[in-house]
């Protein structure tokens, strides 16, 4: 066997181990999801300050217009103090931030 194949099969051995362990010691209800574009979305709140499209996306009912909005009007005014400042954003109602408020948060 040449010295590659060893270096190899050794490289795949300490990655094997290295994944095994890191399923042994990572505790799932440690992992934080904020600001993480994960399902089950219920798990944790969208931060309007900071989400890119991709995670407004998440929120029920979302559309692509609307995520890109949320993002232009945050460029040009700053950070949201409250998810109910989304109601400045044209076609943004109080119904659709009723039905948002479980998944969005402005921290």
Known sequence: MSKNNKAIIWISVVAVVAVILCGVFLDDEKISYAGI?????????????????????????????????????????????????????????????EKWEDYLCAE
């Open 37 to 97: 574009a994960a399902e089950p979305i219920d798990e944790y709140k969208i931060n309007i300050n900071t989400a890119d499209y991709y995670e407004l996306k998440n929120c029920p009912d979302m559309g692509d217009e609307t995520a890109m909005e949320i993002i232009s009007y945050r460029n040009e005014n700053g950070k949201f103090a409250s998810i109910y400042d989304l109601i400045e954003i044209e076609g943004i109602g109080e119904k659709k931030l």
